[in-house]
């Protein structure tokens, strides 16, 4: 079938099956499973996203989604095309109508996310207009209720903003970290998302002769370790420091915060320099062995 015959429509919950029938081995070569399959009844419901799938009639060759992070903000995921359709320009043409439906929402900016690893999803994300926006990687500290923090550690937002406004971690991350609402996104980190976290006690702002790093508290996921058990996740928006001395003051205080709201794991986003991946293996804290790659488009631009 020509790409020509393949209709874009909006998805709906009856194509779950054909869905699920070229997404659930998806990351199959790296012993990891998709979350499509598992999400994705809750996944595309809601009037702030769109969901798109390419209907070849007697499958399904596509699905991709766009949902609205903020009223300019607009993030892409879950791209993924069945492989008995890939070389036939379906990514492109998906990637195309989320464009203008972000554009009709009014969003000047779409980003994506892409696995570092994951080379044909960098090559197709540049070759519809995506450009490199930053990189981060994820940090897996060990809750400890005994965890004593060698500094001060206050709920202090203004602080908080005061220091992220100036940090190397806020340039290099281009102001993001994660979304505190869509999971696997990011968007521009706020003064007011700090002042809300600070409200709900998720706040975490190291101190010691001025403000040294902050932390916020993201989520909580119920997901099951390699032996089927459940395990709760406690995962932070974003990490970031001066030096490696508030860094270890500022693992001391999450790992301190997890264990109090029960956490059996801890993932937090840290930025993806030397600096800040080398300080944290220096306080012999867990750090991925890849990084994840933000791409971001222009939509202010005429890329048709």
Request: aromatic residues 10%; hydrophobic residues 40%; proline residues 4%.
């Amino acid at each position: 079938m020509g790409v020509s015959c393949i209709e874009l429509r909006e998805a709906t919950h009856d194509d779950y099956d054909d869905v699920v029938a070229f997404t659930e081995d998806t990351w199959s070569d790296r012993d990891s499973s998709d979350y499509i399959p598992h999400v994705y009844h809750d996944w595309i419901d809601g009037d702030d996203r769109y969901t798109v799938v390419a209907d070849a009639g007697d499958a399904i060759a596509g699905i991709v989604q766009c949902v609205m992070l903020s009223e300019w903000e607009a993030w892409g995921q879950g791209m993924r095309v069945n492989p008995d359709f890939r070389g036939q320009g379906i990514a492109n043409r998906m990637t195309s109508e989320l464009f203008g439906w972000a554009r009709e929402q009014g969003a000047t900016t779409l980003r994506n996310m892409v696995f570092s690893w994951n080379i044909a999803g960098l090559g197709q994300s540049r070759a519809t207009g995506y450009e490199p926006i930053t990189e981060f990687r994820w940090a897996y500290p060990q809750p400890d209720a005994n965890a004593d923090p060698a500094m001060t550690v206050t709920a202090d937002p203004d602080a908080a903003w005061g220091y992220w406004t100036k940090s190397d971690a806020r340039s290099h991350l281009q102001g993001l970290a994660l979304d505190f609402e869509e999971s696997w996104a990011l968007s521009e980190l706020t003064r007011d998302d700090l002042e809300r976290s600070a409200e709900n006690d998720e706040l975490l702002v190291v101190q010691e002769n001025g403000t040294r790093g902050l932390a916020s508290f993201f989520r909580e996921e119920e997901r099951k370790n390699e032996d089927g058990e459940p395990e709760l996740w406690i995962e932070y928006a974003i990490s970031a420091w001066a030096d490696a001395d508030a860094a270890r003051s500022l693992f001391a205080a999450m790992a301190r915060d997890a264990a109090a709201r029960g956490a059996d794991r801890i993932r937090t986003l840290i930025p993806e320099t030397p600096r800040f991946v080398s300080d944290t293996a220096y306080c012999r804290v867990e750090v991925d062995g890849e990084p994840d790659f933000v791409m971001g488009m222009d939509l202010t631009k005429d890329y048709r």
